[in-house]
Structure formats: structure tokens, C-alpha cells
């Protein structure tokens, strides 16, 4: 199994950056796909970005295009997502998650963190 937890999130204002880190721990953690979602208050989860296994590969949500950037770092066992250029439609709950898909984008994954605040003033 796999074990996630989120940090990094907080308050910024519209134009900040932040960059959330997800801590993960198990044996198969290599062989997983991350991923990180964000659900608003009263909306559903929404997919943001997703890194392959071996890290070459990255897929964006429209959204996140040009603006958040997903890197692994298996040998720390570390995943972030920098976010810049932050809005205010940004603001939402951030999670982390990992799994085996062959659709990177569903929110079908496997294992999930417990979420970080993010908060972005205008």
C-alpha cells in the first residue's frame, strides 16, 4: 500500500505562487501514477495534473496549463506541484493521489492524501 501526505498549502494573493509537496511512503510507490486533484467547497473533485511513474511523462488540466508545473522525485520519494500565477478560481482543497490507471485524469485512483488549504485572494 501507499501512504500520502500533503503540505505547503496557505493563503496567497492572486498573481502568488505556492508549491505543495506530497510525502510518499510504500513499496510500490515507483510503479504508481500521481496525480493532484482540488475540489472547491460544494463542487466536485476536480483532476489538475498527473505525473507518470518514471516521471517523463505529464498531463494538465486546462486550468493548470502554463501555470502549474508537476515533478516526482522518486529517491526522496517526494511528488510537488508548483503553482504560479495563482486566481482565485484556484482556491480549493488540494489532494494527492496515486494509483495504476490508464486514465491518468480519473479520480479513480487508489490512494489518496488527507488534502492541503489553498486560498488565493483577489
Known amino acids: 500500500q501507499v501512504q500520502l501526505v500533503e503540505s505547503g498549502g496557505g493563503l496567497v494573493q492572486a498573481g502568488g505562487s505556492l508549491r505543495l509537496s506530497c510525502a510518499a511512503s510504500g513499496r510500490t510507490f515507483s510503479s504508481n501514477t500521481m496525480a493532484w486533484f482540488r475540489q472547491a467547497p460544494g463542487k466536485e473533485r476536480e483532476f489538475v495534473t498527473a505525473i507518470s511513474w518514471s516521471g517523463r511523462s505529464t498531463y494538465y488540466a486546462d486550468s493548470a496549463k502554463g501555470r502549474f508545473t508537476i515533478s516526482r522525485a522518486d529517491a526522496k520519494n517526494m511528488v510537488y506541484l508548483q503553482m504560479n500565477s495563482l486566481k482565485p478560481e484556484d482556491t480549493a482543497v488540494y489532494y494527492c493521489?496515486?494509483?495504476?490507471?490508464?486514465?491518468?485524469?480519473?479520480?479513480?485512483?487508489?490512494?489518496w492524501g488527507q488534502g492541503t488549504q489553498v486560498t488565493v485572494s483577489s
Open positions: 493521489a496515486a494509483g495504476s490507471l490508464s486514465a491518468y485524469n480519473s479520480p479513480a485512483y487508489k490512494y
